[in-house]
């Protein structure tokens, strides 16, 4: 289990996303990229259909999808694939896990912990939304925190990614209850010099480690 910043990519078309990897590639291993659907959540983002011939990196695909079982087998891009909690069915789950694509979980912040119980063993990967998805640019909700930190003892070798409201002060505390991985969108592409924030949250992650 490693500590890990990644830009959260919200964007509409393809070129501002291949922008946004390439600036960003330099200072970190992963990118998080987030695709809406306009059902799932009000907003719409760039495609599967974006997602050819990126950068060689590692990727995270967040799907804010009401179905994304109707594209991920398909999908020829390498990475983890984070399915909402709120969406999925367990039949769909298990035929996605039978597809070989890299399987996780993520929970909005109204939705109890309790959910993810039946899938608790079966992926290694969490996303613990510290906002309600849809928007960037959006407030951290502090009570979050205990989600993480009762994940994080339910599941303490597994990965739990933070997403939403992410900045040096609430990634400090994201990790301290627990995530090792922080994603942040606002705080990174606002600075006209991204490894600066990068540098930020990289240090708030390993300080909030320390008092795990």
Sequence with gaps: MNLEVMP????????????????????VNSMHIDL???????????????LHDLPHTNYVLHWMFQHPEDYIPSLELDAIHLLHI??????VFDELLQSKKRIGLAINP?????????????????LVMSVTP??????????????????????????IEVDGGINADTGFRAA???????????????????SVPITELKGALRRGWKNV
């Design 110 to 126: 109204k939705t109890p912990l309790s959910s993810l119980d039946p899938y608790l063993n079966d992926v290694n990967y969490f």
């Design 36 to 50: 809406m659907d306009g059902e799932f959540v009000p907003n719409k983002t760039i495609q599967p259909k974006d």
């Design 86 to 91: 709120e969406a999925v069915t367990r039949k």
């Design 8 to 27: 959260a990519i919200l964007v509409k078309d393809r070129t501002t996303l291949i922008h946004r990897i390439n600036l960003t590639m330099p200072h």
């Design 176 to 194: 301290r209850a627990g995530a090792n991985v922080l994603a942040a969108a606002s705080f990174i592409f606002s600075n006209p010099d991204v």
């Design 134 to 159: 849809g928007f960037d640019g959006q407030k951290y909700l502090p009570n979050v925190e205990d989600k993480i930190s009762q994940l994080r003892k339910m599941r303490p070798n597994t990965n």
